[in-house]
C-alpha cells in the first residue's frame, strides 16, 4: 500500500519539543505520554484517543490539528496519552477481556501521576474522544481519576446510546463474530487481506452494503462502529487524504469492549462491567451515583449527525443539569459526525474554538 503521509508521525506538530515518557499500569501494560511543548504556563492539555485510535488522531499533518491549534492559542505545554486502546499497541488484536473498568482502574491513575511528576501541581485540561472519553469520565466520577480543571469529551460520556442496529451488533454480533467466523477482533485493514481468507470475506461482504465510497476500510470502520453509509464521519467534512488513511487513524478493535458498551446501553448509563469481580472494588456499580459531587466542569461536544452515539452528550447534560445546575456545558455540532469534529477539514474553524473558549474560561 503506498502511503502519502507516514504512520506514527510527529510531522504534524511544529515548533515544538517533543518527548515521550513511559507508563506501567498496575496489570502489567506499557503505556506511554507525548509531550508536545514550546514553553511551560500554568495551564496544560491532555489529549485522550478512542478505542482504535491513537495520539495520531490529535497531530494530523494534512489539517491544522487539535495539538497545534492548541499550541498556538495559548496552551502551550500540550500531552497526549497512548493507553491500552491505542492503534500503536498489539493489545487489540490479542486475546483479551478487557472493559472499560481497567481503563478507569489501572490506566488513567498512572499516566496522571506521570504527567503530574513534570508538571506539578498546575492546571489540567482533558480532552477525550469516544470511549476514551467513556472511561476517563468514569475515572473522573469514580474518583480514581482526581485533580483534573475541566473535561471536555467528544461524541460520548457517561451514557453512551446508539442506533437501533448498532443494538443489534452489539448483540448477536460480537458472540457471531468471536464464535463463528472465528476473529477476536475487527480491522479496517480487512479488506487487504489474502484474498479468499475470513478477514477478507468479512471486508467483501460488508462492502457489498456500502456503496457510498471505494474505500474499503471506511466500509469496515462504519460496520465497526455505527449505523450508517458513512458511519463514523461525513465524507464532505474530510480531505480526500484524510479518508484513504482512516485505517492508519482508527486500527483494529476488539470485541470486549463492545460488551461493556451494550450493558451500559441496556443500563441508560455507565455501570461496572462485572459488579462480583473483586479486582473491581473500588469503582462503584453506577458511575453516575455521585454525580453532583464532581466539580470538574464538562464540556460535551454534541455532534448533530452522530451515528455511533447519536445523542449522547444531549442526554447526559440533561442529567447532570439536574444533578448540578449550571455546573457543565453543552456544544452542539451541526453538520458533524462521530469522529469529524476531530480530523475534519474545518474543525479548526467549527469546532477547535468552542473548546479553547471553554478552557479559557476555567484557566489563568
Not at 196 to 205: A, D, L, N
Not at 212 to 237: I, L, T
Not at 280 to 303: C, F, G, I, N, Q
Not at 328 to 338: D, I, R, S
Request: charged share 20%; proline share 6%; glycine share 6%.
Amino acid at each position: 500500500m503506498e502511503r502519502v503521509i507516514p504512520r506514527f508521525t510527529f510531522a504534524g506538530v511544529k515548533d515544538a519539543d517533543i518527548s515521550t515518557y513511559p507508563v506501567t499500569t498496575e496489570d502489567g501494560l506499557g503505556l506511554q505520554l507525548t509531550r508536545f511543548l514550546r514553553e511551560k504556563s500554568e495551564d496544560v492539555v491532555l489529549l485522550v484517543h478512542g478505542l482504535t485510535s491513537s495520539s495520531d488522531l490529535f497531530i494530523m499533518p494534512e489539517i491544522p490539528n487539535l495539538a497545534s491549534h492548541l499550541l498556538d492559542n495559548g496552551y502551550t505545554d500540550v500531552w497526549a496519552l497512548d493507553f491500552r486502546m491505542s492503534g500503536r499497541y498489539p493489545y487489540d488484536t490479542e486475546t483479551h477481556r478487557f472493559s472499560l473498568d481497567d481503563i478507569a482502574l489501572y490506566d488513567f491513575p498512572p499516566a496522571l501521576a506521570e504527567l503530574r511528576r513534570h508538571i506539578g501541581d498546575r492546571r489540567v485540561h482533558v480532552i477525550a474522544h469516544c470511549l476514551g472519553a467513556v472511561s476517563f469520565s468514569m475515572g473522573l466520577f469514580a474518583g480514581t481519576v482526581t485533580g483534573v480543571t475541566t473535561l471536555t469529551c467528544n461524541s460520548v460520556s457517561l451514557t453512551p446510546r446508539v442506533p437501533a442496529f448498532s443494538k443489534l451488533k452489539l448483540g448477536l454480533g460480537t458472540w457471531f463474530m468471536e464464535y463463528v467466523v472465528g476473529l477476536p477482533f475487527l480491522d479496517p485493514r480487512f479488506g487487504e487481506a489474502p484474498r479468499f481468507t475470513r478477514p477478507w470475506m468479512v471486508s467483501q461482504t460488508v462492502s457489498l452494503f456500502h456503496r457510498e465510497c471505494d474505500v474499503r476500510a471506511c466500509h469496515m470502520q462504519s460496520f465497526q462502529w455505527g449505523a450508517g453509509k458513512p458511519a463514523m464521519y461525513e465524507h464532505d467534512n474530510l480531505l480526500p487524504e484524510t479518508h484513504q488513511r482512516v485505517a492508519d487513524i482508527c486500527a483494529a478493535s476488539g470485541l470486549n469492549y463492545y460488551r461493556h458498551v451494550r450493558k451500559m446501553v441496556k443500563a441508560g448509563r455507565s455501570v461496572k462491567f462485572a459488579p462480583g469481580d473483586a479486582r473491581y472494588a473500588r469503582l462503584p456499580d453506577d458511575y453516575l451515583t455521585k454525580a453532583s459531587d464532581v466539580k470538574t466542569p464538562l464540556l460535551l461536544l454534541a455532534p448533530g449527525s452522530n451515528r455511533v452515539f447519536t445523542d449522547s452528550n444531549v442526554h447526559l447534560h440533561r442529567i447532570l443539569e439536574k444533578a448540578a445546575p449550571g455546573r457543565h456545558e453543552l456544544a452542539v455540532l451541526p453538520g458533524y459526525g462521530h469522529l469529524d469534529p476531530l480530523i475534519g477539514k474545518n474543525s479548526h474553524i467549527d469546532v477547535f474554538p468552542r473548546i479553547v473558549d471553554f478552557l479559557k474560561r476555567h484557566s489563568a
